[in-house]
């Protein structure tokens, strides 16, 4: 450590003249001050004087040379410092003590990405530094850290935010933003960096998205586009913030997508947006739009009226139809009219409603669809709203708010990384010795496995096994199931291709969800194969898709390094907030919205 990094030796005897000046006087019972050190000879009488350029008087202490410190002195650390100063001090009779001023704003830059005020950042470092004694900083400095971050942004922000994706993706030629200004305003924005354009590559098939309030102080909407990855957890493939939720917003955002993506996703899950709803048959072209089941049955209570023993059986009636995963859409229909003449219901106007955009919500019309059971509902794109709260606060500026998504992306990427090694370095217990199931654990993912593993458990314990026919290449099996109370039965029809060695069953899981189901690998079991058909292995489920990358946001796209993160501490605060933030233009050409009313605003001010 290089101490000319925090003063040189005249800072250190300015500061010390200050400080004997302050402490020489006291008052006496007259309320005068008196001076303490009359009649006495003080360290710097000892001293040659001097006067600098401008005027400041100053002196250098005579000691001995193996004490005296001098410009270009180094130490291997704080401590070695520490002591060297107070030697120092000791000979020339004047304390020490370590600056605190350059702390203050460290600790809350580092904190910033967490969306957190000066109050809760001094009570984390006060926590995490064993008391508020060694913190190095008030409160009131903290507080002051955070006033100084919302005074430097100002209106800036929108430009300051554009000017660090144009930054990243510089630095990073896979990184994708694209933004749209009307009249000087910012009204959209979209990012994926690479990570999420190799998670979209893998695991697109099927996305969802929802727009969440209440993330940054302009009321922008801001619009994570979800996916689910090999180990069945939600990832971010794209995001956007734009001003209001119009048709023509989504449409531009969706364009960004497919410009970024180039491949359109197979299943699109929302809820009943007018504005998606608009927006996606327009770009999304070859996609199949869906709205989310749960939203339209949560209505449902409210929409729908009768007695209570009659709205409890209807419920149950009416869920049976709408989240199975084996009845073909005639099947629904059949069984929907049954039920609302059952319960008196022809004539009401919602269900209606809802039963005439049946192809855009029930289960039923895409169970012959690829991946069609891997999301039904938007219930991830709602956890990944919370999940983001977590980090990020209505009070941010549009980049603080960027800190914040990077904060939250690291987090989840980290889970992914954990995952992984998880998979590659340990083995899951086996339920038995057979060869199927030992390929699979070495074919899945850790958590994956598992789901194949219990429809092997299942397929030993619960299913029965009969061969009815051949014609031909194609082999005909009836696989019955007993359910969990062993009393009923449920069959399913397994057709084996020997020609091509491609199996089919009624269950339609593989389709659905893009693993074997029990049926299938009880037929397999019962010829002795003891590897699953590379027909039935989805490369979606398998491992070490997705390279581990947990680096830092910005040590990827080189906002910041080691050594500058080494050195902030001996930096002015605005070089700390230009380090934070990038550079605050003098005049913007790209000003945040004004007016922007949406759900999750405040009022007032």
């Given amino acids: 450590m290089d101490r ?65 410190l001098a410009v270009g002195d180094t130490f291997g650390s704080i401590e070695e410092a520490d002591t060297a100063y107070r030697r120092y001090a000791d000979e020339v009779g004047f304390d020490v003590r370590q600056s605190n001023r350059k702390k203050n704003k460290d600790g809350f830059v580092q904190t910033s990405g967490a969306s957190i005020g000066g109050s809760k950042a001094h009570n984390i470092q006060a926590a995490l530094k064993g008391g508020v004694e060694n913190v190095g900083a008030t409160l009131v400095d903290y507080k002051n850290a955070s006033r100084g971050m919302i005074t430097y942004v100002g209106t800036k922000d929108a ?11 510089k630095y990073a030629p896979e990184f994708f933003f694209e933004y749209k200004v009307v009249e000087g305003e910012l009204h959209a924005i979209f990012w994926a960096d690479e990570i999420s354009r190799m998670n979209y590559k893998e695991f697109g098939d ?48 969706l364009q960004a997508f497919l410009k970024a993506h180039e491949k359109q996703p197979r299943f699109v899950i929302t809820d009943q947006c007018l504005g998606m709803k608009a927006a996606i048959p327009l770009v999304f072209t070859e996609s199949s739009h869906r709205f989310c089941a749960w939203h339209i049955m949560d209505k449902m209570p409210g929409k729908v009226t009768m007695s209570k023993d009659d709205n409890i059986a209807f419920k149950k009636r009416i869920n049976r139809l709408v989240w199975s995963t084996h009845i073909g859409a005639d099947e629904f229909e059949n069984e929907w009219e049954r039920a609302i003449k059952e319960f008196g219901l022809e004539g009401h106007e919602w269900l209606k409603d809802i039963y005439s955009i049946r192809e855009s919500w029930i289960s039923a019309y895409y169970r012959d669809e690829p991946m069609s059971g891997l999301m039904r509902t938007t219930s991830r794109s709602e956890s990944s709203h919370a999940y983001f709260r977590l980090f990020a606060s209505f009070k941010n500026d549009l980049v603080r708010f960027l800190r914040a998504y990077d904060s939250s992306m690291e987090k989840q990427r980290n889970k992914h990384a954990c995952l992984e090694f998880a998979t590659r370095n340990t083995f899951p217990r ?105 027909g039935f292995i989805s490369r979606r489920w398998t491992r070490a898709l997705i390279p581990v990358q947990v680096q830092a946001a910005r040590a990827r796209y080189g906002e910041i390094d080691v050594e500058k993160q080494t050195l902030i501490n001996a930096k002015d605060r605005a070089e ?3 380090d934070c933030y990038g550079d605050a233009p003098e005049d913007p050409e790209v000003l945040p919205a004004a007016g922007i009313r949406n759900k999750g605003c405040r009022r007032g001010k």
């Fill in 576 to 578: 700390a907030l230009k």
């Fill in 430 to 534: 086996r339920f038995s010795p057979l060869g199927i199931e030992r390929h699979a654990s070495k074919v899945y993912t850790r958590i994956v496995f598992f789901d194949v593993q219990k429809e092997i458990r299942k397929a030993i314990y619960f299913c029965g096994l009969d061969f009815m026919s051949q014609e031909g290449d194609l082999k005909t099996y009836n696989v019955a199931h007993k359910k969990k109370n062993l009393m009923t039965k449920v069959s399913y029809e397994v057709i084996h291709n020997v020609c091509t060695n491609i199996f089919t069953c009624e269950c339609n899981m593989f389709v659905r969800v893009g693993l074997p189901c029990r049926h299938i690998l009880k037929v397999l079991m019962n010829d002795g194969v003891d590897k699953i058909p590379e």
């Fill in 206 to 253: 099927t996305i969802s998205f929802d727009a969440t309030y209440r993330t940054n102080r302009h009321a922008y909407n801001f619009v994570p586009f979800i996916a689910v990855d090999n180990h069945k957890r939600s990832i971010v493939v794209g995001s956007a913030l734009i001003s209001n939720e119009d048709a023509e917003n989504y449409t531009w955002v």
């Fill in 4 to 68: 000319n990094d925090e003063y040189s030796d005249i800072h250190l005897i300015e500061e010390f003249i200050e400080d004997e000046e302050e402490d020489s006087y006291v008052s006496d019972d007259n309320g005068e001050n008196v001076n303490v050190n009359d009649g006495m000879i003080t360290a710097a009488e000892e001293c040659e004087t001097f006067l600098s350029p401008g005027g400041t008087k100053y002196w250098v202490p005579n000691v001995l040379e193996n004490v005296k």
């Fill in 159 to 169: 430009q300051m935010l554009i000017n660090l994706m144009m930054k990243r993706q």
